[in-house]
Each structure stands twice: as structure tokens, then as C-alpha cells.
């Protein structure tokens, strides 16, 4: 069952900024992928983009560091940018880089114009917790001017809980009735149907 819309044709490495003066125009529509470190934020971007490891990842968390953006080109020719967040959460961070970093994805969050949707991702064994709560509330902050990004929460590393529990976590873990879809890289299937999701949250 896989929608041929999303296919993905060719994705690229576009810029990395570590301060929001260095942040790139805009050239199409963006999806920022936000989350605790270690949730899982570079691997799902590598499954979105069919792509090994265009996105780092690493098994010690903290790895992406500074906002990196990659281009999408589908096979129906639309064109998005994914947004690689660095994660928050990290004890080891030293103080300063955690304003800075809290300041940066704040800002880029509030104020990117094309900003459509943004994915939050939690880990489906931990659910929602504060942290992640703030980021939704930050969306529906920034200019009166914009469209609110329209929030998909993500469960990630779902090949870590039992199957019969899956449905019922999923139905649980996202607030306010928003309905959260599972993704694992472990399970090839859930790529596509979090392409949809993102999809559909961008109409
Ligand atoms: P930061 O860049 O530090 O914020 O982390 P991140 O959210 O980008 O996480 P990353 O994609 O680097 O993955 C962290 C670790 O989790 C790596 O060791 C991955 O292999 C592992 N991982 C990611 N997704 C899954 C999954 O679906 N299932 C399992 N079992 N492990 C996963
Ligand atoms: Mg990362």
C-alpha cells in the first residue's frame, strides 16, 4: 500500500546554521523535526529521504548540532525542505549551549516564513513530556501574520513496544486529541504513513 506521491526522487544536503542570522532563505515549503536528543530526529529524516546517512545520527545524544536543511524533490515535483533540530534535553550540554540552542530553535520555530508543519517526535516508550509540551505551545506563538505550523506528533522507536500494545499507545500518547503515528526504522511501512501525515498536515 504505498502512495507513489511521496516517493522521493532526489534529496540534498542544503545548509546548516548555528545562529539564526545564519539561517538560509527560504526557497519551498519547510517541516521542522523537533524532540529530545536521541528520540530518533535523524533517522526518521533518513527514512523520509530513502537515504542512508545524509542525515548524522549517532547513538550518543547530542549529535546534530545547529539546524540543518535538506531539499526533497518528490516524484509529483513537489519540493520541501526538511528541517533537522538539534535535540533538547541533554543533560551534558554545558549551560551556555543550551540557551543558545533553546534560543535558536525558539526563534526559528516562531518566525520562519514556509514553516508549514512541524513534527514533534517523542520517544513512544517515555511519551509526551514538559519539553515537549513547550514546543507545541511555541507554534501557535510568533506573528499574527503567519499560519500556525501544524503540529504531528511522531512515536518513535515503536519496534520497542510490543505489538498488541502499539494501536492503544498511539491513541494515547499525543494531548488534545491529536492523533500520533508511529514510526521505527525498524519498520519499513511506517515511512510512508508518516509521509501522508506530514502531507496532509500541510494542506
Ligand atoms: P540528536 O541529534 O542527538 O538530537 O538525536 P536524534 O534525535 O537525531 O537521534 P538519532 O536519529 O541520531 O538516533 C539516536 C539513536 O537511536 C541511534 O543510535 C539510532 O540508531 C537509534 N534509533 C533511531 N530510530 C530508531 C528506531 O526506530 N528503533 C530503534 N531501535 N533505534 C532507533
Ligand atoms: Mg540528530
Known amino acids: 500500500m504505498t502512495d507513489p506521491t511521496a516517493t522521493v526522487l532526489d534529496a540534498r544536503f542544503t ?42 545520527t549517532s547513538s550518543t545524544p547530542g549529535c546534530t548540532r545547529g539546524i540543518t536543511f535538506f531539499e526533497v524533490k518528490t516524484r509529483d515535483a513537489s519540493l520541501f525542505t526538511l528541517v533537522d533540530l538539534p535535540g533538547y534535553g541533554y543533560a551534558q ?33 517515555r511519551g509526551i513530556e514538559d519539553d515537549d509540551l513547550g514546543v507545541l505551545e511555541l507554534l ?28 492503544k499507545l498511539l491513541k494515547e500518547i499525543a494531548p488534545n486529541g491529536l492523533r500520533a503515528v508511529g514510526f521505527s526504522t ?14 496532509a498536515a500541510m494542506v
Not at 186 to 196: F, H, N, Q, Y
Open 15 to 56: 545548509a546548516q546554521a548555528a545562529t539564526l542570522v545564519q539561517l538560509p532563505p527560504p526557497v519551498s515549503v519547510e517541516i521542522a523535526f523537533a524532540g529530545r536528543s536521541n528520540v530518533g530526529k535523524s533517522s526518521l529524516l533518513n527514512s523520509l529521504m530513502n537515504r542512508r546517512n545524509l542525515a548524522r
Open 93 to 125: 550540554r554545558s549551560k551556555s549551549e543550551k540557551i543558545g540552542w533553546g534560543h535558536l530553535i525558539d526563534g526559528y520555530l516562531t518566525t520562519r516564513p514556509g514553516l508549514l508543519a512541524c513534527a514533534l517526535l517523542v520517544d513512544a516508550r
Open 140 to 167: 501557535t506563538k510568533g506573528a499574527r501574520t503567519r499560519k500556525a505550523p501544524t503540529p504531528v506528533v511522531i512515536a518513535t522507536k515503536l519496534d520497542k513496544v510490543p505489538r498488541p500494545q502499539r494501536q
Open 186 to 199: 525498524e519498520l519499513p511501512e511506517t515511512t510512508e504513513l508518516v509521509w501522508r501525515s506530514l502531507r
